[in-house]
């Protein structure tokens, strides 16, 4: 029988190790809003549950566009959170380079990420020079045009099945007091609509020789000129939108007062929240009902190395729970987006979620744009959006020329 002192030596050199192993991780990210802030809290609880470990969460509100320069600035100036969101693509890319974040490659190997991700090009959007620099946690899309049921009921004409029919039934819904798209007056969100058009009205290759190849000509040419007539549309159907945040958007439509809003998969988070029930509540056309398609854009946690043994340690432990199968359906499930792995049961997922999984399985999807152009490349891009929808003396052929200017000079 073990002596009591031995007995007493290793219990206390085991509290010591638990001790000293227990830590607090902050992280930082941008979901504030209900949707969001439901699925990022089943991360906060599986952290807080699974782990020894405890979650002080670092929100910061306000779209990406906000919070990426404060995650940056604190990491590049020395005060690094233990993780933080970026966007799936080349958004950490500088960060990486100069050697300030954590490598994963020893979670992933341990964890077999390469053989659990799906689709794989995910984690060569985390991977920098044959080394993984981040957890994958969902793939959202954009290609998402979202409907009210109640907007169109009200104005008396059927629930659009495509991009057409939603254009062709704008006046019935401005005759009936209704702003037929709702559109917050963000770079972001314009930017995000027209990437969205380009892809569901114009062959994929299109797309890809303008975001891929940076091709000036087919950038100013006559098919994407087709795109700069589309957003012109969205332009007046969204004119009376006077909102800011994507979410105050959603709500026009939750509240019946905006038909329809292009938007990626999150918004169904607000529906969800606000108890509205797909294919019931509101419709949402993949592709705006015009092609099946999605983009493989989504959400990453990136880790900035840290001078300390047991936040190194948890930070190890976090991006392995990230890709965990309770994990991955809990939050995506709450994110409206969907899982990075294929084999998670998602049975409990909505109308939408489930067409969104069809499509996925069905067509390959094409990259996002943050995988293949740079933050600065897409700032542009935004500027102009934002001077076009707020300029209506700014016609769609001269943003065209603008537009195949800033790729002409794209990286
Ligand atoms: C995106 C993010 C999504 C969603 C959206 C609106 O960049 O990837 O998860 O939160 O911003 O905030």
Same mark, same amino acid.
């Given at each position: 029988?073990? /002596?009591?002192?031995?007995?007493? $030596?290793?219990? /206390?050199?085991?509290?010591?190790?638990?001790?000293?192993?227990? $830590?607090?991780?902050?992280?930082?990210?941008?979901?504030?809003?209900?949707?969001?802030?439901?699925?990022?809290?089943?991360?906060?609880?599986?952290?807080?549950?699974?782990?020894?470990?405890?979650?002080?969460?670092?929100?910061?509100?306000? /779209?990406?566009? $906000?919070?990426?320069?404060?995650?940056?600035?604190?990491?590049?100036?020395?005060?690094?959170?233990?993780?933080?969101?970026?966007?799936?693509?080349?958004?950490?890319?500088?960060?990486?380079?100069?050697?300030?974040?954590? %490598?994963?490659?020893?979670?992933?190997?341990?964890?077999?990420?390469?053989?659990?991700?799906?689709?794989?090009?995910?984690?060569?959007?985390?991977?920098?020079?044959?080394?993984?620099?981040?957890?994958?946690?969902?793939?959202?899309?954009?290609?998402?045009?979202?409907?009210?049921?109640?907007?169109?009921?009200?104005?008396?004409?059927?629930?659009?099945?495509?991009?057409?029919?939603?254009?062709?039934?704008?006046?019935?819904?401005?005759?009936?007091?209704?702003?037929?798209?709702?559109?917050?007056?963000?770079?972001?969100?314009?930017?995000?609509?027209?990437?969205?058009?380009?892809?569901?009205?114009?062959?994929?290759?299109?797309?890809?020789?303008?975001?891929?190849?940076?091709?000036?000509?087919?950038?100013?040419?006559?098919?994407?000129?087709?795109?700069?007539?589309?957003?012109?549309?969205?332009?007046?159907?969204?004119?009376?939108?006077?909102?800011? %945040?994507?979410?105050?958007?959603?709500?026009?439509?939750?509240?019946?007062?905006?038909?329809?809003?292009?938007?990626?998969?999150?918004?169904?988070?607000?529906?969800?929240?606000?108890?509205?029930?797909?294919?019931? %509540?509101?419709?949402?056309?993949?592709?705006?009902?015009?092609?099946?398609?999605?983009?493989?854009?989504?959400?990453?946690?990136?880790?900035?190395?840290?001078?300390?043994?047991?936040?190194?340690?948890? #930070?190890?432990?976090?991006?392995?729970?990230?890709?965990?199968?309770?994990?991955?359906?809990?939050?995506?499930?709450?994110?409206?987006?969907?899982?990075?792995?294929?084999?998670?049961?998602?049975?409990?997922?909505? %109308?939408?979620?489930?067409?969104?999984?069809?499509?996925?399985?069905?067509?390959?999807?094409?990259?996002?744009?943050?995988?293949?152009?740079?933050?600065?490349?897409?700032?542009?891009?935004?500027?102009?959006?934002?001077?076009?929808?707020?300029?209506?003396?700014? $016609?769609?052929?001269?943003? #065209?020329?603008?537009?195949?200017?800033?790729?002409?000079?794209?990286?």
């Amino acid at each position: 029988m073990k /002596s009591i002192r031995t007995i007493l $030596t290793v219990t /206390s050199a085991l509290c010591v190790v638990g001790a000293a192993q227990a $830590t607090e991780l902050e992280v930082t990210h941008w979901w504030t809003s209900g949707g969001e802030a439901a699925a990022v809290a089943e991360l906060a609880k599986a952290f807080n549950e699974k782990t020894e470990h405890s979650w002080k969460d670092g929100a910061i509100a306000g /779209s990406g566009n $906000t919070a990426r320069p404060v995650m940056i600035s604190r990491i590049t100036g020395g005060d690094p959170m233990a993780a933080t969101q970026f966007n799936h693509g080349r958004q950490a890319e500088e960060l990486v380079e100069a050697g300030l974040m954590r %490598d994963l490659t020893d979670v992933a190997e341990a964890e077999g990420w390469k053989d659990i991700v799906n689709p794989p090009s995910l984690l060569d959007a985390c991977t920098v020079d044959g080394k993984i620099y981040c957890a994958p946690l969902n793939i959202h899309s954009w290609q998402w045009l979202w409907l009210s049921d109640a907007a169109y009921k009200t104005a008396g004409v059927p629930v659009p099945t495509n991009w057409s029919e939603f254009v062709a039934a704008a006046p019935a819904l401005k005759a009936a007091g209704i702003v037929p798209m709702a559109m917050g007056q963000q770079g972001w969100q314009q930017k995000g609509a027209f990437d969205v058009l380009m892809i569901a009205l114009l062959p994929n290759d299109v797309y890809l020789k303008v975001y891929s190849d940076k091709d000036a000509e087919v950038a100013g040419g006559a098919e994407v000129a087709k795109i700069f007539e589309a957003i012109d549309q969205a332009r007046s159907m969204a004119a009376d939108s006077n909102i800011q %945040d994507w979410n105050q958007a959603t709500n026009m439509l939750i509240t019946g007062k905006a038909g329809g809003q292009i938007m990626g998969d999150w918004a169904q988070g607000e529906f969800a929240i606000a108890g509205k029930v797909a294919g019931t %509540d509101y419709h949402c056309l993949p592709g705006l009902g015009e092609k099946n398609i999605l983009t493989t854009g989504g959400d990453a946690f990136y880790f900035p190395k840290l001078d300390d043994a047991e936040k190194t340690a948890a #930070q190890g432990e976090l991006a392995a729970l990230m890709l965990s199968p309770e994990v991955q359906v809990a939050f995506n499930l709450k994110k409206g987006s969907l899982p990075v792995r294929g084999d998670v049961d998602l049975s409990a997922a909505n %109308d939408c979620m489930q067409k969104g999984l069809a499509v996925l399985k069905n067509a390959e999807p094409l990259p996002g744009a943050d995988q293949l152009i740079t933050q600065d490349t897409t700032k542009q891009i935004e500027d102009l959006m934002v001077e076009f929808f707020a300029d209506p003396s700014l $016609t769609a052929a001269a943003a #065209q020329e603008r537009f195949a200017e800033i790729i002409a000079s794209a990286e």
